[in-house]
């Protein structure tokens, strides 16, 4: 009964809102078979990110970061979840201006979100970090199928890399300040999905409800950052986000 009203509650709020924007993380994508980074069962758990997910341990060692890339290769195969085509309906609608990601897997996009901000970046192209030559996924399949680490054809160089955001890179300033804007100007602003606990990007949400937005998550489990939150929703966002989206459609029906 309590997530009932809940769901009836956030459905409100979204309903009667101008300009929503959503913001994700990984826990959204879990749900397409991708694993999270931490939580019970995160990739942090086995791997050292400093080792494989930094730009200082990639520039040491890039096998390391490969060899944990490849257990990643399902980010190409994985599909958009119930969570995702919900968000890209609500955008549809009129109502979500724009989509906020911290994921690199494009499933959004795959979904029908058009309008995505990648905080950190995308899986799909790749740069030689040498001669700055660029590539698609596409470019390597043979190597990735044999778990081979690419090497540029261009100059040799080992040092091909995702255009994704390790850590103690910066993430891409354009996007970010998109992304700033973005959480200024919502009336309504949703995470789903995400620990909040990576900056600058969990500073989003605090920008969002400094500037006014009715403010709604639904995670797994709590955040750090529950307490800024108009209605917390703890479950799967498969689940919780196609029904919030129903309640939408009907009182917008109704009005």
Partial sequence: MIERDRIEEAGWIIANAKYGVVFTGAGISAESGIPTFRGEDGLWKKYDPEEVAS??????????FWEFSFELRNKLFAEPNPAHYAIAELERMGIVKAVITQNVDTLHQRAG??????????????????CRKEYDW??????FERREVPRCKACGSWYVKPRVVLFGEPLPMD????????????????????????????????????CGAKMILVNAEPTVAD??????????????????????????QNS
């Avoid at 979100?113 to 040498?130: A, I, N, Q, Y």
């Avoid at 596409?138 to 190597?143: A, G, L, M, P, R």
């Avoid at 998109?178 to 606990?197: K, M, T, W, Y």
């Fill in 55 to 64: 730009i200082w341990g990639f520039r040491r060692n890039p096998r390391a």
């Fill in 113 to 130: 979100s058009r309008r995505v901000l990648e905080l950190h970046g995308s899986m799909t192209k790749l740069d030689c970090l040498d």
């Fill in 175 to 210: 996007v970010l300040e998109q992304a700033v804007e973005e959480a200024r100007s919502a009336d309504v602003f949703i995470v789903v999905g995400s620990s909040l606990v990576v900056y600058p990007a969990a500073e989003l949400p605090y920008i969002a409800k400094s």
């Fill in 227 to 252: 307490h800024i939150f108009d209605v917390r929703i703890y479950g799967r966002a498969g689940e919780i986000l196609p029904r919030i989206v129903e309640v939408v459609k009907s009182l917008k």
């Fill in 138 to 143: 596409s470019d390597f399949v043979e190597n």
